[in-house]
């Protein structure tokens, strides 16, 4: 199974509403990502997590809030978020080793803040 | 800090025909990876090849290969006997050799286009 599945597919949320984005991965991959990747543009990396604790936080705001509950599970927790948080949210796992280093993509959350 | 670019925003191509991507980087590392990702319209992103800059050798997965020029720091992306599928969005990426978990810097990507 090399598959990283996201839920929900689409999210429509008020400014002052609070929900959460789910990336689950069966791999084993001991790393996992987070990214927000706006229409035509690369992806811009918000939060990596190795070993299932926090390792890097790329100076996303706070309204933004990863957890890793275990080695298969990301979340992202949204709160009190802005119209230009409107991206597509996507989730990647990778192996954590110098030699198996791919990483792999789901196929994110539209996410649109009204 | 790393970066790499992608010099060419769009690109077309005729069914059948080769088409090349071009992708250029900067680094002070000598050990490090290197990744072509496409992402189609359905826009899951997904890897279609990558180099390991150690390696001499061109990488090559079936009709996608690679020019690796390591001096010149370009990884280009020859797309051969394009197909209609092949029409995405390539993001060209560039990671540390470090552990697994070292970010990768991505190019602005380039727009594939396949004519049939």
């Known amino acids: 199974d090399t598959e990283v599945t996201q839920t929900p597919k689409h999210l429509v949320m008020g400014m002052t509403n609070k929900k959460s984005l789910k990336c689950e991965q069966h791999?084993?991959?001991?790393?996992m990502y987070w990214y927000k990747q706006k229409a035509k543009k690369p992806p811009e990396l918000m939060f990596v997590?190795?070993?299932?604790?926090?390792?890097i936080n790329e100076s996303v705001p706070s309204r933004f809030s990863p957890e890793c509950p275990n080695s298969s599970l990301l979340n992202l927790h949204l709160h009190a978020l802005q119209p230009e948080d409107s991206a597509l949210y996507l989730c990647?796992?990778?192996?954590?080793?110098?030699?198996?280093?791919?990483?792999?993509f789901g196929p994110g959350t539209r996410l649109t803040v009204t | 800090a790393q970066t790499v670019t992608q010099s060419q925003p769009e690109m077309s191509v005729q069914e059948a025909e080769t088409v090349t991507l071009s992708c250029t980087y900067d680094?002070?590392?000598?050990?490090?990876?290197l990744f072509w990702y496409k992402q189609p319209p359905s826009r899951q992103m997904i890897l279609v090849i990558r180099?390991?800059?150690?390696?001499?050798q061109n990488a090559t997965e079936n009709r996608f290969s690679v020019n690796f020029q390591k001096a010149a720091k370009s990884f280009s992306l020859k797309i051969s006997d394009s197909q209609l599928g092949d029409a995405a969005m390539y993001f060209c990426?560039?990671?540390?050799?470090?552990?697994?978990?070292?970010?990768?810097?991505f190019g602005k990507g380039t727009r594939l286009s396949v004519i049939a």
């Open positions: 680094t002070s590392e000598s050990d490090y990876y």
């Open positions: 990647a796992s990778s192996q954590d080793s110098e030699h198996r280093d791919e990483q792999y």
């Open positions: 990426a560039y990671r540390n050799h470090y552990s697994g978990n070292t970010p990768l810097v």
């Open positions: 997590y190795s070993y299932e604790k926090l390792s």
């Open positions: 180099q390991e800059a150690y390696k001499q």
């Open positions: 791999m084993g991959h001991r790393a």
